[in-house]
């Protein structure tokens, strides 16, 4: 599977258990907004429910105190009841409409009541003519609706209310059972889906992560490996955009093994070339030379000095040509390992300047190190180093300086001379083949020692620079390995 | 009766190189020369004028039959088993040398012939000539 698409699933995954959740917690807010809402209406249904039977209470208290009085100040309240109550009624009848039982009981209630209104309206019309007032005995004798009904009545009308006001506190607790247990049910279903958007979400994170890192990982081990030379590949089983990737890696790999392989090849066969040819180029010579001395040893008396002046300048020239094979065959050496061997280096140094440099010359060796090294090509460095510094002192006071300093990688070490310096504009040129600043009679020199000096150098990743001017002496300074 | 020397050698300033230093030598020899193994053979097994020589000076590198084949033919047979054979060699042959040292040979003579090389077991010609050549033509 593509990378991107797994992203994208993880991602869809985790969206869709949250919008769930989310989901599941919306609808519980609808219920409970529902819920007050019922609540809001319940209570105005009892609160309703109290003024109905509050107002026909005052309205029957009302009556009763005008039959008594003859007052009709005190029917105030009856009149009020009269305009009121059908509103009162109106407003509940509306509001409990669902609910037939409770219908029904109202009705039931206002039809009494409207019995006892129409009783009530008679007598209120008898009075008015009349114009006396009634005792009680009239009232429980008179008519047809007594003290005792009137209570029966008001009984009746009580028992319907409180019916109807069970009825609503039933109602009104069955819709909160309902909500408690919906509350309920939410929170589980909310919980478990929070809960399962988090260790999705962690655990498809970790494998994201893991699956990535892991093979980064790899990657990076295997350019290491390329920049230590180890051309190796990494195995991956997986399709998707980090393969490509690692195919590349792989493909990259492979090509810079061919590459250096070939690199290597050819320069075993350019070194093998050169050594092949310095060493045939030198034969001829041997022969030429070796002519040459057999004249001279025949017929040394014969010849005339002028002819002999001419054979004597043949081999001057064998000899160079001789030095120019040399140096070319060293260079094409330099490649081949030698030994490490441990070397004190001061002791190295004392021993080539022995050799090469004149006894007028001063020389002063510094603090050097004993090292673990390839001695033969440290010695063919300082060696090409000190006698450069020989070849190109100025006459007589020639003065060659050699130390050392240690870096945290590797060491540096400084040949300097006071001799005729080499002007900036020569610094780099000097280190390419067959480059001398000077006439070719001049002094023996073949422009080969610090080519291979450079060599030798790169081969072993190490540097020389050059601090001179011309005239102010020459400070050559290399990089050598610390082992 | 001379002591015979045979010359394998191909170039022509070696021969005479070898001649010369030869030359120097008091002691008197035959000295026979082949331009290559397969007529170095050809004197060695000529009928009428068979030759026996007491040194063989080998060139490893002649054309038609090289050193190698010609030192490993003469080695099998009875009648050159006396024979000192020094193999001209240069200093970089060393992989034809140890070859040549299980053939059973006395010594090595350094190419080009007029040098002289102090490495272990590797004479110059003068060197030759004076140690080993004077040595073995002594001998009665």
Request: net charge neutral.
């Amino acid at each position: 599977m593509k990378l991107s698409t797994q992203f994208l699933l993880a991602f869809s995954v985790v969206l869709v258990l949250s919008v769930i959740d989310t989901t599941s917690n919306y609808l519980l807010s609808l219920k409970v907004e529902k819920n007050v809402e019922f609540l809001n209406k319940s209570q105005e249904i009892m609160r309703n429910s109290v003024k109905l039977h509050k107002t026909i209470i005052e309205m029957q208290s009302s009556f009763r105190g005008y039959l008594l009085t003859q007052d009709t100040n005190l029917l105030n309240v009856y009149n009020i009841g009269l305009k009121s109550l059908p509103i009162l009624y109106t407003e509940e009848e509306i509001l409990i409409k669902e609910n037939r039982e409770q219908s029904s009981l109202l009705d039931s209630i206002i039809f009494i009541h409207q019995q006892w209104t129409n009783y009530a309206k008679e007598h209120i019309k008898l009075q008015g003519i009349i114009r006396k007032p009634l005792n009680t005995n009239d009232l429980l004798v008179g008519g047809d609706f007594n003290k005792i009904t009137d209570e029966k009545l008001n009984d009746s009308i009580r028992q319907k209310f409180l019916a109807f006001d069970k009825l609503e506190y039933k109602t009104r607790s069955l819709h909160k059972d309902n909500l408690i247990s919906s509350i309920k049910r939410t929170h589980i279903f909310s919980l478990t889906f929070f809960g399962l958007t988090i260790i999705f979400g962690i655990a498809s994170t970790i494998y994201i992560v893991r699956l990535i890192s892991k093979r980064i990982k790899t990657m990076t081990q295997l350019a290491e490996n390329i920049s230590k030379g180890n051309f190796t590949t990494i195995t991956d089983i997986n399709n998707d955009e980090m393969t490509s990737l690692s195919t590349s890696l792989n493909i990259m790999s492979d090509k810079l093994s061919k590459n250096i392989k070939e690199l290597e090849k050819q320069n075993g066969e350019l070194d093998k070339f050169s050594y092949v040819v310095s060493h045939d180029l030198k034969a001829p010579l041997r022969g030429i030379h070796n002519v040459i001395k057999w004249i001279e040893e025949d017929l040394g008396n014969e010849l005339s000095p002028q002819l002999k002046k001419y054979l004597d300048i043949i081999p001057e020239r064998t000899k160079r040509m001789e030095d120019l094979i040399n140096g070319l065959l060293a260079f094409a050496r330099t490649r081949e390992k030698t030994i490490p061997e441990k070397t004190a280096v001061a002791e190295l140094l004392r021993e080539i300047v022995k050799i090469i440099v004149p006894r007028n010359f001063k020389v002063e060796i510094k603090e050097m190190p004993i090292i673990i090294t390839e001695r033969l090509k440290l010695e063919q460095v300082f060696t090409n180093l000190i006698s450069n510094a020989v070849k190109y002192a100025k006459v007589d006071n020639g003065e060659i300086i050699l130390k050392c300093t240690q870096t945290d990688n590797s060491y540096e070490f400084s040949v300097k001379d006071n001799g005729i310096g080499i002007e900036e504009e020569y610094h780099t040129k000097i280190f390419e083949m067959f480059q001398t600043l000077r006439e070719k009679d001049e002094k023996e020199s073949t422009g080969i020692g610090l080519a291979i000096i450079k060599k030798i150098l790169d081969d072993l990743h190490c540097t020389i620079w050059i601090n001179s001017t011309l005239g102010n002496g020459t400070e050559f300074i290399f990089t050598w390995p610390l082992k | 009766m001379k002591k015979i020397i045979l010359l394998v050698e191909d170039d022509e300033l070696d021969i005479i190189s070898v001649q010369r230093t030869l030359k120097k030598l008091d002691t008197e020899y035959t000295l026979y020369t082949a331009y290559n193994g397969k007529e170095a053979l050809t004197m060695l097994n000529d009928l009428k004028n068979p030759i026996v020589p007491a040194v063989i000076l080998l060139d490893l590198n002649t054309p038609k039959m090289n050193g190698i084949e010609f030192l490993k033919i003469i080695r099998v047979d009875d009648r050159f088993k006396d024979v000192k054979v020094f193999v001209i060699t240069t200093s970089s042959e060393t992989n034809d040398r140890s070859i040549t040292e299980q053939l059973g040979i006395s010594g090595y003579i350094i190419k080009p012939l007029g040098y002289s090389d102090n490495t272990k077991r590797v004479d110059s010609m003068d060197a030759f000539v004076q140690f080993h050549l004077r040595k073995i033509l002594g001998e009665s």
